[in-house]
């Protein structure tokens, strides 16, 4: 009889663990991550994907996004219904704001208790229901050594002894950030004068700056066309370790953090099968393999592990608790301070009026060489008809 | 002289032209850890291995793939029966139909983009559907395509005689097979340097389908989406297999039409 029921129970497990598995195999999860930002098979590493495939049965359908402001577009636009989204922390803030956020059941994310507690309930969460952290890190001034004293401090992008030879972000937030850090101010302030004088000194700087990029400045860096520029720390640590004339220094007035989260859209049908996907990257094996190809920093001391040891061990993506502790993270801006931020980011590019005054002079002078033509050929023409 | 100044600026065009491509197609082969666009530091294929590795630009390029076949047959099909109706119609109304064909072409591939999400999503709601995906893509596609399709086989129908059907008819010919015998085989040409064409746009058409995609992505938008890290250079190697692809479609049409166009001679 005992025999009879264990036999029974067994049974049981085994039919109810098959029904569960088909009903999963027919799940899709459409995931909208960064371009690059997870490891893909290439170069040896782990195929994440493939692999939370191959554990669960859950099909993923994975596309990629370029900023968080295509992100946000996509999901306010309708037409498109995702399940797990990578929002940056401003944008998390954002989007629950907005309600666009499902709660997550962290029953169903046993994984989240490897997450470092420094991270969990962060500003832009401040419940910490929404999102889990997925990537992080800092942004520093990367500098030539050989053409650049040894910099400790923002002030040094406003140095004009490297005029022409530095480089600067090209979006406001980012720009905004440094100079406010000079200014000494918060950054998420929401007082319109801080932000104009802000804008100011990024104006004082433009005749020292070369460009506004984003990603050439791999490129401007290496090739020494450029001396110095602020960036992420995960995206140009392949620079510091590919060339040995270019440092990473994080400026002692302090920093500002950024955070790519794992969160569910409201919309999402599938809100179990994506628990189950943020789940799996917050395993430390997966979390160690995905990140060691990705080159970001992961917010799990126990998936460092995993990570190739130069790595786990570098300041640039590790950097000492000072620094995290002194460092900000952006928040949301309400709506009529982030039109004014845009605005007044708009004028710095732009410049003043002494760069109308080229535009207007170069104008003129195809205006000149034109009319200089009209007049060559009437000329001409009155030359061959005499 | 004159001769030779000629040369040197047609020189200097096609070097604008084609120095971008020429230089992308270089950087491709070079072997270098940091990815780098400017310092060569030897030529290697790795870009390409890593390319075939890579599931992920595999899949989106499948995509890309099977929209523009399916587009371009669709829109083919559509278009050469949207031209045999239009040939046939009074001056007025004809005019009237070629401005309609040729506005999408004129318009801002923006406005068409953004106009057809707005349908799509619409239309995904009334019908309870959840997200725009694989059918609202091919749907835009066919939209912008069928004008070049239809561009392409007006000028064969109009050198056609037109009393060759109705002679085929009076032979006793039903007109189903009239049509496939006599009309079809005169207009070939224009037909598949329609559909070619319709399947080079749509492979490479971002705009549009940026705002129509949903959940399916197609290659330009996977590369678009790389900026925020660097481009790697895997993107290099696939432009450059992007390119030969197009280029030898290009060069398929132009042997086409000249062999037509040597054809008809001889047939005069």
Redesign the interface.
């Known amino acids: 009889m005992k025999k009879f029921l264990l036999f029974a129970l067994c049974l049981c497990l085994l039919l109810g663990a098959g029904v569960t598995a088909s009903a999963e195999e027919k799940a899709t999860i ?1 995931v ?1 991550n ?4 997870i490891a ?4 040896g590493s782990m ?1 994440i ?2 692999e939370f495939t191959r554990r669960t049965g859950i099909e993923v ?7 968080n402001e ?1 992100l946000y577009s996509k999901l306010a ?6 399940d797990v989204i990578v929002p940056s922390e401003y944008m998390v803030s954002k989007l629950l704001s907005e309600g666009r956020l499902a709660p997550l059941d962290f029953e169903n994310i046993p994984n989240f208790q490897y997450i470092d507690p420094q991270f969990k309930n962060p500003t832009y969460d401040p419940e910490g229901l929404y999102s889990v952290p997925y990537t992080w890190g800092i942004v520093g001034i990367f500098y030539n050594t050989d053409y650049v004293e040894e910099v400790t401090s923002w002030e040094a992008l406003w140095d004009d002894r490297y005029a022409g030879k530095i480089l600067m972000f090209d979006n406001p937030r980012d720009a905004f950030a440094i100079a406010q850090f000079r200014l000494g101010m918060d950054l998420n302030t929401q007082d319109p004068k801080d932000w104009e004088e802000a804008a100011e000194l990024l104006k004082q700087q433009k005749p020292l700056v070369q460009a506004y990029v ?2 050439q400045i ?2 401007k860096m ?2 020494g ?1 450029a001396w110095m520029g602020p960036y992420y720390s995960g ?1 140009a640590a ?2 510091v370790d ?2 040995d004339n270019i440092a990473f220094a994080v400026p002692e007035e302090g920093t500002n953090y950024f955070v790519d989260a794992l969160c569910i859209p409201a919309t999402s ?1 599938h809100k179990r099968e994506a628990e189950a996907y943020i789940n799996f990257l917050c395993d430390p094996e997966i979390a160690g393999a995905n990140m060691d190809y990705v080159g970001y920093s992961t917010p799990e001391t126990a998936a460092k592990e995993y990570l190739s040891p130069e790595m786990a061990e570098s300041p640039l993506h590790y950097p000492s608790e000072e620094t995290v502790e002194k460092a900000q993270a952006f928040v949301n801006l309400p709506q009529d301070i982030s039109s004014q931020v845009d605005k007044l980011w708009a004028e710095v590019k732009m410049g003043g009026p002494g760069e109308s005054a080229v535009l207007i002079a170069i104008i003129l002078g195809f205006l000149m060489v034109y009319i200089a033509i009209i007049v060559y050929k009437r000329r001409k023409r009155k030359r061959e008809m005499e | 002289m004159k001769k030779a100044g000629g040369r040197i600026y047609t020189f200097l065009v096609f070097l604008f032209l084609y120095a971008p491509i020429l230089v992308l197609i270089v950087f491709s082969f070079n072997d270098t ?7 060569w530091s030897g030529f290697s294929l790795r870009w390409y291995e ?1 390319l075939f ?4 630009i595999l899949e989106a390029l499948r995509n890309t793939l099977l929209i523009a076949v399916l587009s371009a047959a669709a829109s083919t099909v559509l278009g050469t029966v949207a031209a045999i109706g239009i040939n046939s119609m009074k001056r007025l109304p004809q005019r009237i139909m070629m401005n309609i064909t040729n506005f999408p072409m004129v318009n801002p591939e923006i406005v068409t983009g953004v106009s057809l ?1 707005l349908l ?2 619409f239309a ?2 009334l019908f309870g559907g ?3 995906g694989m059918g ?1 893509l091919i749907a835009a596609h066919i939209t912008f395509c069928l004008p070049y399709v239809i561009l392409s086989v007006l000028p064969k129908l109009r050198q056609m005689d037109p009393n060759l059907y109705e002679a085929a008819q009076d032979l006793g010919c039903p007109p189903v097979k009239a049509f496939f015998k006599v009309v079809l085989p005169e207009i070939m040409p224009g037909v598949v340097t329609g559909m070619i064409m319709a399947f080079t746009l749509s492979i490479d058409d971002f705009v549009i389908s940026y705002f ?1 995609s ?4 197609t290659l330009p ?2 590369i ?9 250079p895997e993107i290099n190697a696939l432009s450059t297999v992007l390119f030969a692809v197009v280029m030898a479609l290009l060069i398929v049409i132009n042997v086409r039409q000249g062999r037509a166009q040597r054809a008809q001679k001889e047939d005069a």
């Open positions: 459409n909208y960064w371009g690059e930002y893909n098979g290439t170069d195929d994907n493939a359908n994975y596309t990629t996004f370029d900023s295509s636009g309708g037409g498109a219904d995702y984003m990603d791999f490129d290496e090739s066309e995206d392949i620079l590919n060339s049908q | 850890e940091t990815a780098s666009r400017t310092v890593k590795e890579d599931r992920l999400m799509f999503v995904v709601g959840r997200s725009l609202s129509t949903g959940t399916t992505q938008i996977y678009y989406s790389m900026t925020r890290k660097r481009v790697s």
